[in-house]
């Protein structure tokens, strides 16, 4: 996972004519809360996802590109969170995670450091 991150990453500062902090990195959101997950081991779930993340956290902020921690807020329970499917997230949840991303992207499309 790691070094394919680290390729996608370095494509995607390409993308950005070589500025990484004009890329904008989330992190991957926890589907073991969903509905999708019932029976499965939850808390194995959120292990891999946290070991994910901090893999690509690491990668990220190494590059000098943004990092968005959406996690925490897909974990949290709230009615209209999910999806009709109970695996991907509702427009609502989408919004709290673009709530999240908007400084850092506003600081990526302005060129701040």
Same mark, same amino acid.
């Given at each position: 996972?790691?070094?394919?991150? #680290?390729?996608?990453?370095?494509?995607?500062? $390409?993308?950005?004519?070589?500025?990484?902090?004009?890329?904008?990195?989330? !992190?991957?959101?926890?589907?073991?809360?969903?509905?999708?997950?019932?029976?499965?081991?939850?808390?194995?779930? &959120?292990?891999?996802?946290?070991?994910?993340? &901090?893999? &690509?956290?690491?990668?990220?902020?190494?590059? $000098?590109? #943004?990092w968005?921690?959406?996690?925490?807020? !897909? #974990?949290?329970?709230?009615? $209209?969170?999910?999806?009709?499917?109970?695996?991907?997230?509702?427009?609502?949840?989408?919004?709290?995670?673009?709530?999240? &991303?908007?400084?850092?992207?506003?600081?990526a499309?302005?060129?701040?450091?």
């Amino acid at each position: 996972y790691e070094a394919e991150f #680290r390729a996608l990453l370095t494509q995607a500062i $390409g993308f950005a004519g070589g500025a990484a902090a004009r890329v904008v990195v989330l !992190s991957i959101p926890d589907w073991g809360v969903t509905a999708f997950a019932e029976g499965r081991d939850r808390v194995a779930i &959120a292990r891999e996802i946290d070991a994910f993340n &901090a893999a &690509a956290r690491a990668a990220t902020t190494a590059a $000098g590109a #943004r990092w968005v921690d959406v996690t925490p807020a !897909s #974990r949290e329970r709230r009615a $209209g969170w999910e999806a009709a499917d109970g695996l991907h997230p509702a427009g609502v949840q989408y919004g709290a995670w673009a709530a999240l &991303a908007l400084a850092p992207a506003r600081a990526a499309l302005a060129g701040a450091g």
